[in-house]
Each structure stands twice: as C-alpha cells, then as structure tokens.
C-alpha cells in the first residue's frame, strides 16, 4: 500500500543516482524493484524514499533530484537503549569528560526542510505529510530555511491536535515543533550541542528540555534523579549525548513512559508488536534492580505495571462485548479545509482507516476529529465473543 | 541437535514405509531428508518420530516396524482453548446434551505403550525418556498392556521428581502418573469416557479429576464454579469432552495458572515465547470481563498479574547482579542409577544445560538434584550489567 508503481525507469536516471549514491547501478536497479527504494505520490512523486536500510543510509532516508544532481535528507538515526545507567554510560561514552543529556518527548518525529525551494515535514518513514508540513510552516520561523538551505530540523511534532500521539501533558494548545538535532543535508553530520542551541535561539525555534551537561562520573545517578522527576510528569525520558555529536547518543526512559506505551499497547493488543511490550516489560525488571527499590516501591511498581496492562486489555474487551468498535479518537487543526482533504487521502494511501468527521470552526481555523479504527483487535475480539477459539 | 544423521535409507525400506502410511515414496523420502521423520537414537533407534504435523499425523507421532508391516502411536492432539465459556462451549458442542468435564493437570504429557513387547514412556515431541519409562514401569499395573497391546495410555507425569514441570500442589510424593485419555495404536482413536474409566479402575490406573457429566445449557456457569474452586488450590483448568469422545476436546483454565506460566516465563524472560506470554495475559482480560469482576477482584487480578511478571523478572535481574548463574533447580528419584545416567545422556542429546549432582540415597532409591542452567537469558542479562545496549 505504500509502493507505487514505477513503470520504466530511465536508464539514465539509474545510472546518475548510482554515481551519486557510489552504488552498482544493477544495486540502485534492484532497490526499485524491490521498493526498498520507493516513490513517494501525487505532488511529490519526485521524492524517492528508502523503505529499508541500505548500507550506511537510514530507513527513512528521502532523496530527490536537484539541478543536475541529488540531494538526500538523512533518516531519523536510530538511538540505542541503556537497560541500566550503570556501567552503560561510561562504557559507551567512554573517553568524554562530560555528557549532554537532553529530554526524549513523546510527540512524532518528523524532519522539516527545504525540498527545492519548497518546505515539507518529512516523517520518520519518509512520506510527506500534507497535515505536518501545514503547521510545521505555520509555526516555524522559515527564515531559518533560507539562511541555511543545506540544514534539517530534527524534532517532534507535539501537542494535542497531534493526530499520531496527542498528548496534553506538555501543556502545549495545539501542536508545536521541538527540534533536537540539526543536520546536514547529505551527509546527515549533526551539528554540535553548543551550534545547535545558538542557530535555534537565533529563530525562537523550540528546543527539547536541556537539562545541560553532567559529569560522566555522576551521570548514572544525576540522570536517574532527572528520570524520577519526569516519570511524575508523566515524561517519556531523556537522550543523552556527546556535546560534540562524536558518538551516537543513548536514550533511557521513565516507568511511567513504559506503563505509558504498555496502556496503548494493550489497549490493541493484536495489532502491537510482541516484541515492544516484552521490551517494555523487561526494562521494569532492570530499572527496580538498578535503583534497588524497597519493598513498597517495588509493589507500587509491579501494580502500576498490572494496571497498565489490564485496565486497556479489558475496557477494549468490554467495549467489544458491548458492540463498540475499537478506535482511537484524534483530532487535527487546520487553516484551509484542503490539507484536511489531502490528509485523509494520505492516511487512506498509508492503509489507515480513518473517519473524518465534520470540521468544525475554531477561530480562523477548524477543527476536526478523526477515529482511527483498530480493525485486527476489533474483529478477533469480536470473533472470541462469538465463540470463536484461540 | 534432535536429530539424526539417516545415512543410506534402504529403498525397500521407504516403499514398505510409504504404503503404511498412504504416501507417495518420494513423499517419505523428503521427510527423511528435511527430518521431518527423524530417528530416535541408541536402542530406539528404530524409532521413527514426527518432528512435524504431516497430513493428519500429529506433531510427535512414533512409528516403528512390527513384524513386517508397521505400528504407530498417534502424538497427543492439540487441545483448542476456550477464551470465553459463553458461548464457546455452546457453539462447539452443539448437537450434545452433556459435556464431560476433567480436570487439566499440570505436569509432563507421556504416552505409555508396549512397543515390541518393551513398555516405554514417549514424550509430547516423541522422544523415549528414559527416566520416565523406568517411573513407568514402576508405577503403573504393566497387566494392562499384556491384555490391551493396543491401547496406549495418553496421561500426565505429575510431582515432585518430575524434572520437567515439578508441582508439589497434588500432594504426590515423588510421581504419578494420572490418565486421561485412552487411545488405539495406529488410528489414534479415543475410547470413550465410559470406557476409558472402566478400564483405569480394573487396573487401578489413577486418572484425572473427573468432575461428571454437565447439560451443556449450564456449563459456562458450572464450570466458572469449578475454575474458581480449582484456581484457589493453584490447579490449572479443565478439559472439557464429549462423552462419547466424537467431537474435540476444549479447555479453560484459571487465572492463577496463567500467573503460573507467567512466573515462569519471566523468570527466563530471554528464552520464553513472546506468543507464550502474550496470550496469557490476554487469557486475563477475557476473564474479567466475562466473569463481569468488580472493583476489588479486579485490582487483586491486575496485582497477581504484575507481580506474576515483574517479581520473577527482578530476582533474575538481580542474581545475575550477583553474580550467580541463572537455574532450574529439579530432581529425578530412580531406582537405578544406570536411568540418571542414561537420562544425562538424553537431555544433553536434546540440547539441555544440566548439570547433575551426587545421587544422594533415599529408601531403596536415590534422589539426585540437577540444575537447568538457562543460558540465553543468563548471558543477555550479564551483557546488559555489563553495559550492553538493548
């Protein structure tokens, strides 16, 4: 549902995004065909979008022809995980003095950019999305784009009218961007820690929570009094970096943001993947070690843990039993009544199943709840009810 | 490591072999070769085993020559499992007035058999187990195969000395074997209930709790009563049949063998199915709801569940912390210390870490103690302490 046919493909075409690419061309030949390397529709039908990882360049990675040539947008690097803060951090950042340690929030990732002269959010798989690149335009200052043509916003998009994670605890109205990482067309090279902050202020851009730069000695412990903190927050956790970018952060999360995923996981239990609850489970176990929890704390955490898994588990089951469907329920703000249309049809080509309902106004602009429908849950549940067997 | 290098297969051998079981010869031959049929070893060498459900043969399958056509004993059939009683039951067994209820006993499923005149105890996967032949041989009246050689018992070995599932719940001393079907070599078919419970009485066979015939109208509620009952004495579930044995076998079981698993499970959170924990913890939402629980029985539920996962999860974590290694710890009783030999030898053909300790006399037996080493999740754990990312 997300490959477009690509018919013929000029050979001459193949053979100059090989040269750019540094690939065989029977290599860039076999990525079309297999949609590894995919064509994006409509109206940006020229950008081409890597479904895999291939070689050094990410999943998500976006490439388009510019002049005579190509230029490409880095995919979103994925970050690793420290299961525990100690020994992790000094192993994997061994040889600083100092790390920079910065909030993980939970929004949706998107990279906003200059495509030929024209600025478009880019999601993490690397489809343009019409919603995104309308707010992200609408709250971006974009003399940052024409001062620096050759840079990527890396950020969140977040906040309530966010149609993929709404969420309301950051206290933001409607959706705000907050960029972590600026990068490099091309290469992907992110600037360093001290840069970023200086181009960001410079466009009142809005950054990721700084929690500033910690001895590598006393991280483990500094950052695990960050992460209670945000857990009662309901925060997702931090990423923590090399203040030069050097080497690749870590991330490391809060219980409440893994009771938070296990909540949504549960809640659609046949679609989430096994794997992401296990994960979700495990890093529990590792985290009440770690910080060597007395007997009261281990047991408000193992009945956060069971709330978190049964409560969705069994409303979703009721609300079957009852004849509901199972839906999400989000919401998006517009300006113009058409990037409305074009994201329906967006979400339509992605295979999500969405019901718009009718906008409504809200100043000089609309507002307009979405239900996303979670058809596998729905109709095993359904089928259980029917008498159906496991 | 279950498997068996066939070498030269005599050709005769393949056509005899393909007449038996109605296949064509090439067919037989790409069994051997994908070891889909593969041979026991040492004195069962002869023994040939399904490793796979091939057409109607049951996963587990084993067959052997007999004088010059063949035998075969059917694998345990996989019993379906009801999520909801209502109207599982009613829609499965439509047609019936009654159903028969027993009790699903949790210990190791063994068929016992004479096989050439020699009585063995097969396991679920069709291996012959040493240890629980010589058990067998020991506890169950060997008349019964002298006057049925083509009946095969299909049961559970339960207790203590059970290394593979040991329970002290029965209040069995050592082990049991408990029976609960009764089947004929070669069709697999099963006696009826009648039937199977006149002949365990003549030989004194024990079989498993049976709770009588239920009018399937009521059953969903009778058998909640049961569950309950069944649940406080951490037993499993039941089984429930067909009287007359036409239709399949469901089963149901209680929450607390669902933590039971789960405790188990995450205890080796590494090697454990990630299906094996999931629909455990989905078994517990469908309860809650169809037993339409309150307030209170459903916060006990959600604690039982977090604890059933986090508490094991945290004492692996935390022996890997210092520094012990990861085990099961189970025990054989035998009467000759030739059987803990032999049975050494078998797991560690099967690919199990044991390690066996000095066979400590008890009465005219001996008891020996033997820890399963649980190496996956072991080492993954020690990674992760030391510094390894997820």
Not at 100 to 120: D, F, H, P, S
Not at 291 to 298: Q, S, V
Request: contains cysteine.
């Amino acid at each position: 549902m997300n490959t477009e046919e690509m018919g013929e493909i000029d050979p001459d075409f193949i053979t100059r995004l090989a040269g750019y690419l540094g690939f065989e061309k029977e290599k860039v030949q076999h990525l079309f065909e297999k949609n590894y390397l995919a064509r994006n529709w409509g109206k940006h039908e020229h950008m081409l979008r890597f479904d895999k990882e291939i070689s050094h360049i990410e999943h998500g990675t976006v490439l388009y022809e510019k002049g005579s040539s190509f230029e490409m947008i880095m995919g979103f690097p994925k970050i690793r995980r420290a299961m525990v803060l100690d020994p992790t951090l000094k192993k994997h950042f061994s040889g600083l003095e100092k790390v920079t340690v910065e909030e993980k929030m939970n929004g949706y990732n998107v990279r906003v950019a200059q495509v030929n002269g024209e600025i478009l959010a880019i999601t993490r798989s690397g489809y343009v999305c019409p919603y995104t690149t309308e707010r992200a335009k609408e709250k971006l200052d974009l003399r940052f784009f024409d001062d620096f043509p050759e840079l990527v916003l890396y950020g969140e998009m977040l906040g309530p009218d966010n149609p993929y994670v709404p969420k309301e605890i950051y206290g933001i109205e409607s959706v705000e961007f907050y960029i972590f990482d600026i990068r490099e067309k091309n290469s992907g090279n992110p600037l360093s820690i001290a840069r970023k902050h200086e181009i960001l202020e410079k466009y009142n851009l809005l950054q990721v929570q700084y929690f500033g730069e910690i001895l590598l000695e006393t991280a483990a412990e500094e950052i695990a009094k960050i992460i209670r903190a945000l857990g009662e927050k309901e925060h997702e956790g931090v990423v923590i970096k090399d203040p030069e970018m050097t080497l690749t952060p870590l991330k490391y999360t809060s219980s409440q943001s893994n009771c938070s995923d296990l909540r949504h996981a549960f809640k659609f239990y046949n679609e989430a993947g096994r794997d992401y609850m296990l994960s979700r489970i495990v890093r529990e176990g590792f985290q009440t070690v770690e910080w060597d929890e007395n007997e009261a704390e281990f047991k408000k955490r193992f009945m956060q843990l069971g709330e978190s898994i049964l409560n969705p588990l069994k409303e979703a089951i009721q609300s079957v039993k009852n004849g509901q469907r199972l839906y999400e329920e989000v919401r998006i703000r517009v300006r113009d009544l058409k990037t409305a249309t074009e994201f329906e049809d967006y979400l339509k080509r992605l295979g999500v199943d969405a019901i718009f309902e009718e906008p409504q106004p809200a100043g000089d602009e609309y507002l307009i709840n979405i239900k996303k429908v979670n058809k596998s849950t729905n109709d095993k549940t359904q089928a259980i009810w029917e008498g159906e067997l496991w």
